[in-house]
Every structure is written in structure tokens, then in C-alpha cells.
């Protein structure tokens, strides 16, 4: 976990100047899992994918009773990785194989919205340019679901 934090922050750092001077709300894709992200675990009962699939891992959120999709980053081979999976808890039902896992638990309305707008299967890891404006203002009520354990910047309530 913490090799996938300091990996995140080093990508996030060039445009750290965003949020201290402009007052975005995150600074990068990479910026917003680590502000919002949480952490997933898999276990035995996971089905595991040998590659990334952002599209069958959102159908599987919406077949598992309970489940949320996921977007984020793995730590696959030293290095971070854009994924998707579904979440339960804070385990991963469907996803690829990783060492960890750190990601946005996210509303099923959202997603749609964002994938349908945009023509991408990912939603916040497909960079799409219409996404700046969720760097700049945040994501909007009701797309971040619970799930997963507290990420590096979670704030106690």
C-alpha cells in the first residue's frame, strides 16, 4: 500500500499547483483516488482477471447484490496501474490481480452518466477531457459511494 501511495504522489506532484494556488479541488486523476480513495482488499473468494476490464467489472457491481464499482489504481509489477473492480465491503468481488488496491467507490447513476457523456467504458480513469471539471470542482453529490477501508488522505469524522 505504501509503495502504491508514494508511486500516486510523485505523479500527482507537477500539478500540485493547481490545488495550492487555483483552488481545484484535486490536482490529478492520481490526486483525487488519493484524496478519496479507499482501500480494497482481495481474498480467496475473489474472482481474479489477468487483465484490466472496466466494463465487465461495472456489469458485475450491478449483479452482486450490495456491490459498488470501483475505480482507482493497482500496484501491478512496481508500478501503478488505471483499473476498475467490483467492491463489497471493503473486498474485491471481481477485479484484476494486484498487490493493492485503491480506488472510488462510485454510484451506478454516476457512472452511467460519465460513461454515456464521454463514450468510455472507465469513468475517472479514461482522462477524458471533459473530466476536468470534477479536478476543478470535486465530484458531485452522490457519486462517491461507501466501501473499502480508509485511503492515505481520509479525514477522521
Known amino acids: 500500500m505504501e509503495q502504491l501511495t508514494a508511486a500516486l504522489t510523485v505523479l500527482e506532484a507537477p500539478f500540485r499547483t493547481l490545488v495550492d494556488d487555483s483552488g481545484w479541488a484535486h490536482a490529478s486523476m492520481e490526486g483525487l483516488v488519493l484524496d478519496l480513495g479507499t482501500w480494497w482488499t482481495a481474498d480467496a ?14 456489469t458485475e457491481s450491478t449483479r452482486v447484490r450490495g456491490a459498488v464499482y470501483v475505480e482507482g489504481f493497482i500496484w501491478l509489477d512496481d508500478r501503478p496501474v488505471a483499473a476498475g473492480w ?19 467507490p462510485l454510484s451506478s447513476h454516476f457512472c452511467r452518466r460519465i460513461q454515456q457523456r464521454n463514450g468510455t467504458a472507465a469513468v475517472l480513469m479514461s482522462k477524458h477531457p471533459k473530466l476536468l471539471p470534477l479536478l476543478r470542482d470535486g465530484l458531485p453529490r452522490g457519486a462517491v459511494l461507501t466501501g473499502g477501508r480508509p485511503g492515505p488522505r481520509s479525514v477522521s469524522t
Request: charged content about 20%.
Open 45 to 58: 473468494d475473489t474472482r481474479l482477471s489477468p487483465q484490466v476490464t472496466f466494463s465487465v467489472a461495472f
Open 86 to 104: 467490483c467492491g463489497l465491503e471493503d473486498h474485491v468481488v471481481y477485479g484484476p490481480r494486484a498487490e493493492a488496491y485503491l480506488g472510488v
